[in-house]
């Protein structure tokens, strides 16, 4: 069964540092994506980036980038210079099957300290 | 990317009433998803919704409690029936097209007294 496993429950981070979030998942397939939400306290969800399988080079947007260890099914999320805008629940998401039904880990809360 | 719509935006019901949530999408799209959020928890899917198919439910989830209307490619609603106060969440409606990731609605937050 697949599984994504976010073994952080809650982060902080000082405004303008760097913070990583882990994601672990677990997959017999090869091609397949990845993908980082966000969620404020308005419980909109939020895609904040996404990743392909099958490209080596990790995704990038703005401050946010991943770094995806394929071999190991670890997929973590990096926010550079963090803003309070930032501070929000995360959650790293994995399609059961192609495109489809997509499986959420437990969630980080990403607290951010001005 | 899609924008969607929810309505309502939230509510609270009495115990052994039923609600029906309702999910629109600015575009056509194949598929329509409904997720539970129980408070303090991660999503979780009730089922998949496809244009002039029966819904696909995931385990746990039945039809009797949550029945699902897709009439056209831009809309789609979730009732919660008979409801009682573990069912108190947050429902949110989402949506894919081929390539694309999945969109989310903006929620609806439910209490049920």
């Known amino acids: 069964a697949q599984t994504v496993t976010q073994s952080q429950p809650e982060m902080s981070v000082q405004e303008a540092e760097t913070v990583t979030l882990s994601c672990t998942y677990d997959?017999?397939?090869?091609?397949?994506?990845l993908f980082w939400y966000k969620q404020p306290p308005s419980r909109q969800m939020i895609l904040v980036i996404r990743?392909?399988?099958?490209?080596?080079q990790n995704a990038t947007e703005n401050r946010f980038s991943v770094n995806f260890q394929k071999a190991a099914k670890s997929f973590s999320l990096k926010i550079s210079d963090s803003q309070l805008g930032d501070a929000a629940m995360y959650f790293c998401?994995?399609?059961?099957?192609?495109?489809?039904?997509?499986?959420f880990g437990a969630g980080t809360i990403l607290r951010v300290k001005s | 990317s899609a924008v969607i719509s929810q309505k309502p935006s939230r509510d609270i019901c009495q115990r052994g009433t039923s609600l029906t949530i309702q999910c629109q999408v600015d575009?056509?799209?194949?598929?329509m998803f409904w997720y539970r959020q129980q408070p303090g928890q991660s999503l979780t899917l009730i089922a998949t919704?496809?244009?002039?198919?029966?819904?696909?439910?995931e385990s746990g989830f039945v039809i009797d409690k949550f029945p699902i209307s897709r009439p056209n490619l831009t809309f789609s609603t979730l009732t919660v029936s008979n409801m009682s106060p573990e069912d108190s969440s947050i429902y949110l409606c989402?949506?894919?097209?081929?390539?694309?990731?999945?969109?989310f609605g903006p929620g609806t937050r439910l209490l049920v007294l």
């Open positions: 989402s949506v894919e097209d081929p390539r694309e990731p999945q969109y």
């Open positions: 997959t017999s397939e090869s091609d397949y994506y």
């Open positions: 990743q392909e399988a099958y490209k080596q």
């Open positions: 998401a994995y399609p059961m099957e192609y495109g489809n039904k997509l499986v």
């Open positions: 575009s056509q799209v194949t598929m």
């Open positions: 919704a496809n244009q002039g198919s029966e819904a696909t439910y």
